[in-house]
């Protein structure tokens, strides 16, 4: 019986070693495995923010476009309601048979929010006889080089 004891004492003694060190291998690899996986999220968290950087500069110059588009529409419209206002005056002036449209069309210029003034150009004056050079100016300065 003692015998059996000591056998039995022996096997367990062993077996708590061989399940520590099985283990202590195990939690190894475990640690060794997400050290792996740190590194590879630390990689993409990287390339993320490269990119959201990125796409924060196209928003910005997007949105700066699309302001701009607003601002040169508007200053266009105000031409064009300039262009249409003194074409009316002109014919009332100058048609030769009297007033023909009615002086409440002929409101003051439009007002365009500084649209204009914005970009630097010059809307013609209220008024004035029918002219292309509001236009030219607006056509110059969309196709002026860079």
Known sequence: MKRIFIVLAVLAALSLSVSSAGAATSQA???KTLQK??????????TLQAQTTSL????TVAFSLASLNFTVTTCSMAMTADLFQSTWIA???YGGIGTIFDSGLLA???????ACSDIDLMRGPAGAKPSWTAYNSLIAWLYAPA
């Not at 996986?37 to 990287?46: E, F, I, P, R």
């Not at 924060?56 to 928003?59: I, R």
């Open 29 to 31: 690899k475990q640690i």
């Open 37 to 46: 996986q740190v590194k590879s999220l630390q990689k993409s968290v990287t």
């Open 56 to 59: 924060n500069n196209d928003l």
């Open 91 to 93: 014919i009332n002036t």
């Open 108 to 114: 003051p210029a439009l007002y365009d929010d500084n």
